[in-house]
């Protein structure tokens, strides 16, 4: 039996679900994984048709390569006491209340205006098998914009780390949850690992966008 893969994407613009779901479809995620996709849409209007939108493998009936897209209406205010921007961590925190702390899957969030790196599903699934009693990993991610971000446990804080660099088992993260706090995914990985620090592995290998609907 495939292990359970979630992936969370706090959906704001909904123009970029199409490129999104490419990306996903492409991923080769779901050859390994059985793959739960979280839409978790801050808007009151949720389209009805909105899953049905999605053109993700492989039609007709259900395979274990399947993706299951899960529309979920979760809006929420995106700034934080200081009218900082802090969108979409509610959306994030709302997920893992449903998926529950004790699943035994993995989880991963990809933002609505970043794409999965081809390089993604190959990676992981070799750095599992490297470290097959890890609960956690920490790669590497290129943004668009400047040179790979620096990796390791004294980078696991606000503005150093990307949301989409840390993929984490559910049964880890427990009751932590990402704060309606500017910044805080950076903060959230830190604070999963302070709890787990044996149980988590860093590689500088870059298996992650940041913005990656930004790069050329």
Not at 185 to 200: L, N, T
Request: overall charge negative; hydrophobic content about 45%; glycine content about 8%.
């Amino acid at each position: 039996v495939p292990e359970r893969f979630h992936i969370i994407t706090p959906l704001n613009r909904l123009e970029n679900l199409p490129r999104l779901a490419r990306s996903v479809a492409t991923s080769g995620l779901a050859a390994r994984f059985a793959v739960f996709w979280w839409l978790m849409v801050n808007r009151e209007d949720v389209p009805p048709a909105l899953a049905g939108e999605i053109a993700l493998p492989t039609g007709g009936e259900p395979t274990e390569e399947d993706i299951r897209v899960l529309v979920v209406k979760s809006p929420a205010w995106g700034y934080d006491a200081r009218g900082l921007a802090a969108f979409g961590h509610a959306q994030r925190s709302h997920a893992l209340d449903l998926i529950g702390d004790t699943d035994p899957g993995w989880v991963w969030v990809l933002d609505d205006d970043n794409l999965v790196h081809p390089d993604f599903a190959a990676g992981l699934a070799e750095l599992m098998a490297a470290h097959p009693s890890a609960r956690g990993f920490v790669v590497g991610q290129h943004p668009a914009d400047s040179s790979p971000r620096p990796i390791g446990p004294e980078w696991l804080r606000p503005g150093y780390v990307d949301t989409a660099q840390y993929i984490l088992r559910r049964d880890l993260i427990g009751a932590e949850r990402v704060r309606q706090v500017h910044a805080d995914d950076g903060a959230f990985i830190g604070r999963v690992y302070a709890a787990h620090p044996a149980d988590v592995v860093f590689c500088e290998r870059v298996l992650t966008y940041w913005n990656g609907m930004t790069l050329p």
